[in-house]
């Protein structure tokens, strides 16, 4: 079955037929390569037609993952840009998140709920007895992993910086309600669907806690665009922001205190890659979605 799922892309992209997930693969560096081999191939096709599928209601999105005393840049952005998407389509989206990400998402018009780092598992029980959620998405948010801890990618805990936002997720799928995970390492919430495979082929300690959609990508917002995009593939509406809207977010959440994932600094850019890979990947996402 993997050995056909390969041979299926490979001979798409000979034929020039380039994917909305082969666009947010770009660069990888982290084995999210290796990973799409065990999934299907539009996935992130897959996750917005679910989502569209959904009775209109609160979609409860949570991001901010802790680094170095702030929250990365990573997440925020495919936050927004999601949760305008789903606000397109009748939805209300929720951004449940922590201190570290205070003031990102007021700034552009959009619901908070902020936990504490040492919130108790019943709280987040409430949550979900007070928004009613029809959906929840997870958008780079550390997950506990296999051996009960929150680690960073260099496997260095950061359990006393992280709401534990997963047991919205855990206790979401013992209700029934349908969750999404958007991931680019391994130990991201929803990563958990994937945790033999990255436990084998990418030598990580990875996230135990599963999700029923899965989107990966090389950075975690890119594949919340790709899920935007499809939606705007979809439904014929514009949700794809403007690159120079995506810079001013940006700039926006550093001046707030936000870092680069990987260089741990202050700048416009996100794990690592420029601004003008973020415009790569978003025009050529702007292209496959054309309305």
Not at 36 to 44: F, L
Not at 178 to 192: A, H, K, Q, S
Request: hydrophobic content about 40%.
């Amino acid at each position: 079955m993997l050995k056909r799922k390969e041979e299926k892309r490979m001979e798409a992209a000979l034929a020039g037929q380039e994917t909305i997930e082969d666009v947010v693969l770009r660069h990888s560096r982290r084995g999210m390569t290796v990973l799409r081999g065990h999934m299907e191939a539009d996935y992130c096709q897959k996750a917005a037609r679910q989502l569209l599928a959904l009775p209109r209601g609160t979609i409860l999105l949570t991001t901010g993952f802790y680094v170095a005393g702030h929250a990365e840049t990573d997440g925020p952005l495919g936050t927004v840009v999601l949760a305008r998407a789903l606000e397109s389509q009748g939805f209300r989206p929720v951004i449940v998140t922590d201190q570290f990400c205070r003031g990102f998402f007021e700034s552009v018009h959009l619901d908070v709920c902020y936990m504490d780092v040492d919130a108790y598992e019943d709280e987040y029980e409430e949550v979900l007895d007070v928004y009613e959620p029809v959906a929840l998405i997870s958008i780079e948010r550390c997950g506990r992993n296999t051996e009960d801890d929150y680690a960073n990618m260099r496997g260095v805990s950061i359990r006393e910086h992280t709401a534990q936002m997963d047991w919205l997720f855990i206790k979401a799928r013992k209700r029934g309600i349908p969750t999404f995970g958007v991931g680019d390492g391994g130990n991201e919430i929803g990563m958990g669907n994937l945790r033999d495979v990255i436990a084998e082929e990418l030598e990580l300690v990875p996230c135990r806690v599963r999700v029923d959609t899965l989107v990966i990508a090389t950075v975690s917002n890119w594949g919340a665009y790709a899920v935007a995009a499809y939606i705007q593939k979809l439904t014929g509406i514009r949700v794809l922001p403007k690159f120079s809207e995506l810079k001013e977010y940006l700039a926006r959440i550093v001046d707030m205190g936000s870092v680069d994932g990987v260089t741990k600094e202050h700048t416009l850019s996100v794990d690592g890659f420029s601004l003008e890979v973020e415009r790569e990947i978003l025009d050529g996402l702007k292209k496959l979605a054309a309305v």
